[in-house]
């Protein structure tokens, strides 16, 4: 609901001659809780990231102390087997000695004794090791497990943003070389739109060129309803002088995002709550603003697709 009052209100901005102080304080407002909630997601995919190394390397842990108890298991076994052995030799040499004297039967009978206790004590331990190392088996076969179905999902989720971005590219290919790309990276899905394909200078309606290569966008968009839709309004370093309406280069790109934002919800198909638009003005430049072209490539909106998350949540959470 928030985010419908909010395009109402910046529809109403756009079409009215004048603005006043309040309504031009609550969009700066909104604008700045749309930032935070931007902040807030990023922070939450660095947290995921952050929780899969430690489980990662909670499961390397586990592996090197199952591998240690093994070792111990193991030597524990080779002293019980020399000891048994030791025993069998005493054993022997007690039916030989019984033969001379009652002496070195008794002497050989406390030895015996000594060397039994000896023999369950190392026993006792052994079975306490295999108990302890039968533990730490299963316990890292169950991490194991879910690690490798965590695995799968990453790696489900990748495939699915492939799937995507060549879908993307298939819709577009008629838009390419009019300043438009389609990138995969940190698994998402970057469409980069230069305004030379959807807006006139110092305007934030879209041509009917743009428009169309937004609308076959939405086409595939809407066949994908598990991904976030974020689109972002970038431009140039050279201050913005044109409408009245707006302050400058940072209110442009918002407005230049929430203009391909409306295209994209005449897609009925295209749920709202997948969709944010931001701005970004001039602060995210991708070459340098020193040349023409270069400017040219800094004027853009780039809507980047990202997979939603919770499958991935809740399988951090079991581990």
């Not at 070195?104 to 009978?109: D, F, G, L, P, Q």
């Amino acid at each position: 609901m928030l985010k419908r009052l909010t395009l109402i209100a910046l529809v109403f901005v756009v079409t009215t001659s004048c603005v006043s102080k309040k309504i031009y304080t609550d969009l700066e407002d909104k604008y700045a809780s749309l930032k935070k909630e931007n902040k807030k997601l990023s922070e939450r995919n660095q947290d995921l990231e952050a929780a899969l190394n430690k489980s990662e390397n909670d499961l390397v842990r586990l592996q090197k102390e199952y591998n240690e108890t093994l070792a111990q298991r193991n030597k524990l076994q080779t002293d019980y087997n020399a000891i048994k052995t030791n025993l069998d030799n005493l054993k022997a040499s007690y039916d030989a000695l019984e033969k001379n004297s009652s002496a070195s039967i008794a002497e050989n009978s406390k030895k015996n004794r000594e060397l039994l206790a000896q023999l369950e004590a190392k026993e006792q331990a052994l079975a306490t090791e295999s108990a302890r190392l039968e533990k730490l088996k299963k316990e890292l076969e169950a991490r194991s497990k879910r690690v490798a179905e965590l695995e799968n999902v990453i790696a489900s989720k990748d495939a699915a943003m492939t799937k995507l971005k060549n879908a993307i590219s298939k819709a577009l290919t008629n838009f390419e070389g009019k300043g438009l790309t389609v990138e995969q990276r940190n698994g998402k899905v970057y469409v980069s739109m230069e305004n030379k394909l959807l807006f006139q200078s110092g305007s934030w309606a879209v041509g009917t060129q743009g428009k169309q290569a937004v609308m076959q966008l939405g086409q595939v968009l809407a066949e994908n309803p598990d991904i976030a839709i974020l689109i972002e309004g970038h431009t140039d370093n050279v201050p913005y002088k044109g409408n009245a309406q707006l302050s400058g280069n940072w209110d442009l790109s918002t407005k230049r995002a929430t203009a391909i934002v409306n295209i994209l919800r005449e897609n009925a198909a295209i749920n709202p709550e997948n969709l944010t638009a931001a701005g970004r003005g001039e602060f995210a430049p991708i070459t340098s603003n020193e040349t023409a072209e270069g400017k040219a490539k800094n004027r853009r909106i780039e809507v980047i697709l990202t997979p939603k998350l919770d499958e991935i949540s809740k399988l951090l959470n079991d581990i």
